[in-house]
């Protein structure tokens, strides 16, 4: 069982930055993928960044690629997403998800699904 707390979202003016981090429980935080997902009011769940157990592999949606940097510290059972150059439209509900298989498969699985997801932090960007 993995449970997962995210936290650092908040209120930023367009261009400004914000970090998110996602923090996990129990020792087994290092076998798990690890996904940043986000949802907008009225909109379905999109991927956003995904890291490889190690967090050697990454992988982002096109809309954020070259803006958000995903992380992970093994040590500290914490993944991070660094989010710059922030715009309107990301402003959603951010979720941190944990999966043993899933990696690729979170960019176009529809519905999005995970073993296990945070509760979530909302992102406001203002213009």
């Known amino acids: 069982q993995v449970q997962l707390v995210e936290s650092g979202g908040g209120l930023v003016q367009a261009g400004g930055s914000l970090r998110l981090s996602c923090a996990a429980s129990?020792?087994?935080?290092?076998?798990?993928?690890m996904g940043w997902f986000r949802q907008a009011p009225g909109k379905e769940r999109e991927f956003v960044a995904a890291i490889s157990w190690s967090g050697g592999f990454t992988l982002y949606a096109d809309s954020v690629k070259g803006r958000f940097t995903i992380s992970r510290d093994n040590a500290k059972n914490t993944m991070y997403l660094q989010m710059n150059s922030l715009k309107p439209e990301d402003t959603a509900v951010y979720y941190c998800a944990a999966d043993r298989t899933r990696f690729t498969a979170w960019r176009t699985q529809a519905p999005k699904e995970s073993d296990y997801w945070g509760q979530g932090t909302q992102v406001t960007v203002s213009s």
């Open positions: 129990g020792r087994t935080f290092s076998t798990y993928y």
